[in-house]
């Protein structure tokens, strides 16, 4: 019988308790390494960069040109799938960007500073703070790892959420789903990207069979807000679950690698 070595590592060290730190010395390693076949000096917009170390946390590389690249598609996304629903970005008062990170979508609003009421929010204080400094056309806060967030009912005209979902337990994706539309405003928006169809083949058979009955497969749910938790979305699940209190406008698979879900409240 072949022995799968990476397999067994990985569950010799979940019983040794020493799984989740071993990936984030994983991490530590590759910003160490940074990717160094696109190097940045300086970013286009005239904005600062974050630092390696921060670029993994999000990205999972420590390459800035993808990261500058990756957060342009994203924005890119966002302002054409709106924009054919009739609510392009510029009419905002107000957005969202739940999960923020260091900046990697946010940092192309920019130029709707003016018109538009920018909001930032992440678990993560250090990212958080350098969003603070770096990117001062943008409001930032903090949030727990559980609900609530710092605004008020209807504060928003758009949420977004990218690569947020896919790092959650179910609880927790449950509970920040309705979190989500409390803070958007009726008529609303809310997009989100997930691992979806397009990630099927990454699966173990069982959970293979699990998203194929319509369940929410999830690794590692102790490391929720991790790169190393990872949560799978078959569509049924989105429409059954995520979707009871929103229309969904329109679900996008593999739009941005992962599916990207435009939901209005109702």
């Given at each position: 019988?072949?022995?799968?070595?990476?397999?067994l590592?990985?569950?010799?060290?979940?019983?040794?308790?020493?799984?989740?730190?071993t990936?984030?010395?994983?991490?530590a390693?590759?910003?160490?390494?940074?990717?160094s076949?696109?190097?940045?000096?300086a970013?286009a917009?005239?904005?600062?960069?974050p630092p390696?170390k921060m670029?993994?946390l999000?990205e999972?590389h420590?390459n800035?040109?993808?990261?500058?690249?990756?957060?342009?598609?994203?924005?890119r996304?966002i302002r054409?799938?709106?924009a054919?629903?009739?609510a392009?970005?510029?009419?905002?008062k107000?957005?969202?960007?739940?999960g923020?990170?260091?900046?990697?979508?946010?940092?192309?609003w920019?130029?709707?500073?003016?018109?538009?009421?920018?909001?930032?929010?992440?678990?993560?204080?250090?990212?958080?703070?350098?969003?603070r400094t770096?990117?001062?056309f943008?409001?930032?806060?903090v949030?727990?790892?559980?609900?609530?967030?710092d605004?008020?009912?209807?504060a928003?005209?758009?949420?977004?959420?990218n690569?947020?979902?896919?790092?959650l337990?179910e609880?927790l994706?449950?509970?920040?789903?309705?979190?989500?539309?409390?803070?958007?405003?009726?008529?609303?928006?809310?997009?989100?990207?997930?691992?979806?169809?397009?990630?099927?083949?990454?699966m173990?058979?069982?959970?293979?069979?699990?998203?194929?009955?319509g369940?929410?497969?999830?690794r590692?749910?102790k490391m929720?807000?991790?790169?190393?938790?990872?949560?799978?979305?078959?569509q049924r699940?989105?429409?059954?679950?995520l979707?009871r209190?929103?229309?969904i406008?329109?679900?996008?698979?593999?739009k941005?690698s992962q599916?990207?879900?435009l939901?209005?409240?109702?």
């Amino acid at each position: 019988m072949k022995i799968d070595l990476r397999d067994l590592a990985r569950k010799t060290l979940q019983r040794l308790g020493l799984f989740g730190a071993t990936f984030r010395l994983h991490e530590a390693i590759k910003a160490r390494r940074q990717d160094s076949e696109e190097p940045v000096a300086a970013a286009a917009d005239g904005l600062p960069l974050p630092p390696a170390k921060m670029i993994v946390l999000v990205e999972g590389h420590a390459n800035a040109a993808k990261f500058l690249r990756g957060g342009e598609a994203i924005s890119r996304t966002i302002r054409t799938m709106l924009a054919a629903h009739g609510a392009p970005v510029e009419r905002m008062k107000a957005i969202l960007d739940f999960g923020c990170g260091c900046g990697r979508v946010m940092r192309h609003w920019q130029a709707l500073h003016r018109d538009v009421a920018l909001h930032g929010s992440d678990y993560n204080r250090t990212l958080v703070e350098w969003c603070r400094t770096n990117l001062p056309f943008a409001r930032f806060g903090v949030n727990r790892l559980e609900p609530p967030l710092d605004h008020a009912d209807g504060a928003f005209d758009l949420v977004y959420a990218n690569s947020v979902f896919t790092h959650l337990p179910e609880n927790l994706q449950l509970a920040w789903i309705d979190e989500l539309i409390r803070v958007t405003a009726p008529g609303g928006h809310i997009l989100v990207t997930l691992h979806g169809e397009s990630f099927r083949e990454s699966m173990t058979a069982d959970e293979q069979a699990a998203f194929d009955r319509g369940e929410l497969v999830v690794r590692y749910p102790k490391m929720s807000g991790s790169n190393l938790c990872a949560a799978f979305h078959p569509q049924r699940y989105v429409r059954e679950s995520l979707a009871r209190q929103l229309e969904i406008l329109e679900y996008a698979p593999a739009k941005l690698s992962q599916d990207v879900v435009l939901f209005r409240r109702k």
